[in-house]
């Protein structure tokens, strides 16, 4: 994913957290106890000698898609209670508690240990990045199997997909798009166009071969 869709401080976090997985094609990072532990104690949210079990990689699944849900609202798509319920459970878990750092700032930390106040910590980063006038910009990929959080930083806050290149079955173009194609060699890499929304290796018009073009979808103005 290129630098341009990705956020940084507690937005980039939260924005982490729900990619561990790429829904359309895989992989998943959380694979097991031992991977979301590991995931966890890199980013200082857990204590290396805490333990992980299943039941806690099946909560921390869940919490990601709630978070995911939740940053679907940037894009205009439903919030599901079900998910908020997943969140707030997570946080009441937890025990979430509002706390003033050396730096004079509240934050909400949580009285509980473990992969349980770990979860907490997570719900934590949302709760501040949701307070960031830039967590508008955290939107879910427009494809509906595709979903991958990125960060808009287009002047209007219009992009709608991911650009990553091994995009090649998002949704097809709605209204006001286009779907053009462009020599691979004009482009340089795909994600050094400022204009693609989208990018993925040509289905046609260079006889099959991939390096033919690239797909690039732009709105039709
Ligand atoms: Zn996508």
Redesign the pocket.
Known sequence: MSDRETAGGLIGLVQDYVNTVDL?DGPEELSSPNTLKEWLVARSLLEASAEVGAQDLKHAVALREAIRCVIGANSGTSVYPVDLATLNEAANASRLRARFGRDGKPRLEPEVQGVVGAMGRIVSAVFAAMAEPEWKRLKL???T????A?FDRSRNHSSR????TS?LN?APPGPGFRVTYRKRSELGSPTNDPGAN?SGVCGGGGGGDPDCCLRVLRPDI
């Open positions: 359309q990929c427009g494809s199997s595709c979903r991958w990125f997909w991911c650009t990553r995009r998002h989208e």
